[in-house]
């Protein structure tokens, strides 16, 4: 093509966008309606035969056809009928050679998927979100092909996955149809086609295959998109490749060279160098047993229990990996990764059992971060609340590492034991000299370790900085300020009993003065109830001394978790290249002698400088002020919460000491005048006793029990509150690090 002319009316030619076997592929875009198109012209070749020639008319012809027919969002849009006629024929008569009408098709703007597996921050894979996404594309386009249109793709690899993005939304769609062929079900095609390292052994060894050949690439793709690798010795001779994918056996989904034993192993699990969560893991690997099935007749299917016949669940077992949630939480003393399945079944009660399960204590917080739809914890959630979709592209610097984070208070948090990769172990020490494959793979690992170590800093400092935010939250709810808190209903209860406490020894002092009947007897009934009163007010003093404590440690409390939450420590650690990763992708892609020092060196820094900054006073001092923080705003919480109740219970005590006051004066006053002068046997008057008898007892039960217990208990609280304070302000350390 000449591009040298660069425009045909409002199309201007923009750049070449990728160069295949047989047709280049440009960009253009119409600059007067912003129309964005592809188009892919035959490659000249005059080396062809007039037979060879004949082919690849046919084949172009009917890709160009298919291209048009093939109406889904997961596979490049044919746009050939519906294109500028006169535009058409100007790309027609540059693909002068052959005469051939050039495929026009949707242009997709974010370029393939090789392009995204090269990138250096992928050397490990991809993320486990994209890794869905692509499958989920993948599975879509393969089954449409399949079942709607009789097709064969034949030639499935990154390079023909193409992606467009929307927003922030990525879309990948299959494109390049030029070994496509349509065959029935059971139709046995005999030309080997495809491309080395994806295609299915039977395309080699027999050259006799059918629609099945599509499950092997697409098993081979999903290989190399979660590890980076492909899966069966890419760096072998054919021969070698296919003679031992014959011998593998049906649970086999990789197979790697030991270099120093000379010899081939045989692996049913994915490589440990990835970015996966387990549960998805171990999904995918039993997925791929079927789908990298050595024998085509069976591939993508398994046996019936029911039935005991082979059925296809190529599909089907992969939308039920697809469709799982995954919930991904972090354990902030371990500084370990969890992930789980929740469903719609689960409940809370399993999910707090798992947990309880996989981390060892009973008593755990969970810390929502910031941003999460459930800002705040509540029995009536379940699991599957917890999860959240936008969270899982963790590309996203904005979107938190995890959905959850789980702390525990009474636990002090522990340097992990770092996973060293398996390459590293075997030949970092090698006397001789390594090929090719093996200094591939020990940079991945290398990368893998420096990557890994950074994440868990990361997911460490931002799950602290979330546990600060939180419990300041929670306090700042607890402020007088906001009406209806627990904390202003405390102080609120606290002066209404006052206030009673004082009307009932008024109302007492006033009786006395109001009445006429004199006598020793008289004088002790008022004596005693004036005792009465002087012990409510002798527990209210205490209940108000009580509640200058908690209004200080209240203060206190928000004010260290504020200082917490503003950390900068936290975001220097989350934003500082620790373990110098990015110093480290410098050296990937370059072929050099110094390949393998570079990686010992970037390792042996990475494991030297992880306990020094995991294990940083500065660390440690956050650490362990977030959560004396949060365990004396619980204390706080519980003594508010009992004092309410015991306030409550004086409350209905003094609400009864009232009527029983007031109906025994009622009484003396109607019976004083018949009986001024009549005792009972014990010198009492009988209406007076029987009238405060049963008061008697409830006061003195009350006074024993359990007020005077919970500020006796409070009092304790608060003392060793203190003395947490007092070791706080001693080990009062900068919040700043350095290099």
């Not at 050679?97 to 242009?107: A, N, T």
């Not at 994209?130 to 386009?141: M, T």
């Not at 990769?421 to 793979?441: C, D, G, M, T």
């Not at 440690?620 to 015991?646: C, D, G, M, P, R």
Request: charged share 25%; aromatic share 10%.
């Amino acid at each position: 093509m000449n591009n040298t002319m660069g425009s045909f009316g409002q199309w201007q030619f923009k750049r070449q966008l990728g160069r295949g076997g047989f047709g280049n592929v440009h960009y253009w875009r119409n600059g007067e309606t912003g129309e964005e198109i592809a188009t892919k012209i035959v490659k000249e070749n005059h080396n062809l035969s007039k037979d060879e020639i004949a082919k690849l008319q046919q084949r172009w012809r009917q890709e160009s056809e298919w291209m048009n027919q093939l109406q889904t969002i997961y596979i490049v849009r044919g746009l050939n009928e519906i294109i500028d006629k006169p535009f058409l024929e100007y790309l027609t008569q540059q693909n002068a050679w052959l005469q051939l009408q050039p495929i026009v098709m949707e242009y997709c703007n974010g370029g393939d998927l090789r392009a995204q597996l090269l990138l250096v921050e992928n050397t490990n894979g991809l993320i486990e979100y994209e890794v869905r996404e692509v499958l989920l594309a993948l599975r879509h386009a393969i089954e449409f092909l399949h079942t709607k249109c009789r097709i064969e793709h034949r030639d499935l690899k990154p390079d023909n996955i193409v992606i467009h993005h929307i927003g922030n939304r990525r879309l990948y769609k299959l494109t390049d149809f030029g070994f496509a062929r349509s065959t029935s079900e059971n139709t046995m095609l005999k030309s080997i086609v495809g491309t080395r390292n994806y295609v299915a052994p039977e395309v080699l060894d027999t050259a006799e295959y059918k629609n099945t050949v599509d499950y092997w690439s697409m098993g081979v793709i999903a290989f190399e998109l979660i590890c980076g690798n492909l899966p069966f010795i890419p760096h072998q001779q054919l021969f070698n490749i296919v003679t031992n994918i014959r011998k593998k056996k049906e649970k086999c989904i990789a197979i790697t060279e030991d270099f120093y034993e000379n010899r081939y192993e045989f692996n049913d699990h994915m490589p440990f160098e990835n970015r996966m969560s387990t549960v998805f893991l171990k999904s995918i690997e039993a997925w791929l047993s079927t789908a990298l099935d050595q024998n085509y007749s069976t591939r993508g299917t398994r046996l019936s229990p029911v039935t005991m016949k082979r059925v296809l669940t190529f599909y089907s077992e992969l939308d039920s990996i697809l469709s799982q949630k995954v919930l991904t939480v972090f354990y902030l003393p371990t500084l370990t990764f969890y992930a789980y399945i929740v469903t719609p079944e689960m409940t809370l009660r399993n999910f707090r059992d798992i947990i309880k399960r996989d981390i060892g204590i009973e008593n755990f917080i969970c810390i929502f971060p910031t941003g999460h739809p459930r800002s705040e914890l509540s029995h009536t959630y379940k699991p599957l609340d917890f999860f959240v979709e936008e969270w899982q592209d963790t590309r996203d610097a904005n979107n938190p590492p995890v959905m959850l984070y789980i702390a525990g208070m009474e636990t002090a948090y522990t340097i992990p034991t770092a996973h060293i990769p398996l390459y590293i172990k075997k030949y970092f020490n090698a006397k001789i000299e390594l090929p090719e494959s093996v200094l591939k793979i020990i940079e991945q690992s290398t990368h893998f370790l420096l990557s890994n170590e950074q994440l868990q800093l990361e997911a460490f400092v931002c799950g602290l900085k979330e546990q600060a935010l939180t419990i300041e939250h929670q306090i700042f709810h607890y402020n007088t300020d906001i009406k209806g808190n627990k904390l202003e209903h405390y102080f609120h209860a606290l002066t209404e009993m006052h206030g009673r406490v004082e009307q009932f020894a008024i109302g007492i002092e006033a009786a006395k003065k109001t009445c006429n009947m004199q006598g020793e007897r008289c004088a002790n009934f008022f004596n005693d109830w004036f005792a009465k009163a002087n012990k409510f007010k002798a527990v209210m003093a205490d209940l108000e001394a009580l509640k200058t404590k908690v209004n200080r440690y209240y203060k206190s409390g928000l004010r260290r978790a504020k200082e917490m939450a503003v950390n900068p420590i936290f975001d220097e650690l989350k934003n500082k290249d620790v373990y110098k990763l990015k110093e480290f992708r410098q050296h990937l892609g370059i072929i050099s002698k110094e390949r393998l020092e570079a990686c010992k060196t970037a390792v042996y820094e990475c494991l030297s400088q992880r306990e020094k900054t995991i294990m940083c006073e500065h660390l440690k001092f956050a650490y362990s002020t977030i959560n004396s923080v949060q365990k004396e705003f619980a204390l706080l919480q519980s003594i508010v919460h009992n004092s309410l109740n015991q306030l409550n219970e004086m409350r209905n005590t003094l609400s009864q000491s009232t009527v029983e006051f007031h109906k025994t004066m009622v009484d003396l006053y109607i019976n004083g005048s018949a009986h001024n002068n009549y005792l009972s046997q014990d010198g009492d008057s009988a209406t007076f006793v029987n009238g405060t008898a049963g008061l008697t007892g409830s006061i003195d039960e009350f006074f024993q029990f359990p007020v005077q217990s919970l500020i006796e208990e409070a009092t304790v609280r608060m003392m060793q509150m203190d003395i947490d304070d007092d070791v706080n302000k001693n080990n009062d350390l900068p919040a700043t690090i350095s290099d």
